[in-house]
């Protein structure tokens, strides 16, 4: 499941697959929901899903979902939801960033091209997150950028995620900057990645919302109310 894209353009998707004898997957059905608030559906759209593929909510071999980086409700909701599927089943939840999930893909669309691959992700306020994929020399890194002073790295790039054509027409004198269909990771990716960190493929990471910018939130500046006293 994804339910990390921010913003009015939001698209949350869940799905439920399974593994052929050969190994390959199969999406046996898929759920999107649009707009605001899109990961918040996730508990109803489960409901039909399993209806439809004749689960039980006992059924579920392993959860994957998109850690982020995106929306701070949605990250929280998808991610609430991914653990308490988990934990009904009794299986694991696996989580993965969403330039982890579109790692394969992406790659192969910029070994052509010579170029390196960035998944850039629509943020609040006129900013964009910035995912490089890991490789063998460098570990992957996301960073948050004001869109209007964004320096990419030497290129060429190939940009991918929904803030890709944001990130390319920022700066038009770029022109080693290209851009690719890839939007967002399909069903597909996100079970194949699950999967191949489960088996220890990848690197551990724990299925927690990965949050790039600090918190907002601020303590009260008297401070918190005292913890309640037992009374007798």
Not at 62 to 85: E, I, K, M, Y
Not at 100 to 108: H, I, K, P, Y
């Amino acid at each position: 499941m994804d339910g990390s894209a921010t913003g009015t353009q939001a698209r949350a998707v869940i799905a439920c697959l399974a593994s052929g004898a050969d190994g390959a997957l199969s999406v046996l059905a898929t759920r999107t929901a649009t707009g605001r608030g899109a990961a918040e559906q996730f508990p109803l759209l489960a409901t039909e899903l399993f209806a439809q593929c004749g689960w039980t909510h006992a059924m579920p071999e392993l959860v994957g979902v998109v850690v982020g980086p995106g929306s701070f409700t949605g990250l929280r909701a998808s991610l609430a939801f991914a653990h308490g599927l988990a934990a009904g089943s009794g299986c694991a939840v696996v989580g993965m960033t969403g330039g982890e999930a579109m790692a394969a893909a992406l790659r192969d669309a910029a070994r052509p091209l010579a170029a390196r691959p960035l998944c850039c992700t629509v943020a609040r306020r006129g900013r964009v997150f910035v995912e490089t994929l890991a490789d063998e020399q460098d570990a992957g890194s996301v960073s948050a950028h004001m869109l209007d002073t964004l320096e990419l790295p030497p290129g060429p790039v190939l940009l991918a995620g929904n803030a890709a054509e944001e990130v390319a027409q920022a700066m038009p004198e770029r022109a080693d900057v290209r851009i690719c269909a890839l939007t967002q990771p399909d069903p597909v990716d996100i079970a194949t990645a699950a999967l191949r960190r489960f088996r220890g493929h990848l690197p551990p990471r724990a299925a927690q919302p990965l949050y790039v910018d600090a918190p907002e939130a601020k303590l009260p500046a008297a401070g918190l109310r005292p913890a309640p006293i037992d009374t007798p």
